[in-house]
């Protein structure tokens, strides 16, 4: 898939990625709370449509086919590249990204506004719903 970039949140990752803490080889664009629309789609690829918005983050897709992938464990795919790190992310005018890593962006919200989600609200969220904490979600789209 290709994607036409409208916003791009900014990752203290993305600042590591520039130091060195992750293994990366040069040239490489970084941003990996990317959001876009989708201006070219790679063959064999089923549910998604030309022009649709869409969000991508860190995790830059499961292969579908890994051991982890077959148990449900997608997060932990085998072949899982991260945007920015292994491929390049959303600091640009257009960017390439595999078709499982997308997720899509809901037109009640604008594109700056999901961007940070697509990694620290991620986390944030990962975090409280893994936690012990008791809360409450209250949706007001
Ligand atoms: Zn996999
Ligand atoms: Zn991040």
Redesign the pocket.
């Known amino acids: 898939m290709r994607l036409r970039v409208q916003a791009c ?1 900014v ?4 600042a590591s990625t520039v130091e060195g803490a992750f293994p990366i080889a040069w040239p490489r664009v970084p941003g ?2 990317a959001v876009g629309v989708i201006d070219t789609i790679g063959d064999h690829v089923e549910g998604w449509t030309l022009g649709q918005r869409v969000g991508v ?2 995790l830059g897709g499961s292969c579908g086919h890994c051991e982890e992938c077959r148990r449900g464990d997608l997060v932990n795919c085998r072949n899982q590249e991260f945007t920015g790190v292994h491929h390049d992310g959303g600091y640009a005018q257009s960017m390439l990204a595999r078709a499982s890593g997308l997720v899509s962006v809901p037109d009640s919200l604008s594109s700056e506004a999901v961007a940070p989600l ?3 609200g991620l ?1 944030t969220f990962s975090a409280l719903r893994n936690s012990p904490a008791r809360f409450r979600i209250v949706l007001t789209m």
Not at 11 to 14: E, P, R
């Open positions: 949140g990752c203290h990752s993305d990996h709370e983050g860190f697509l990694c620290a986390t």
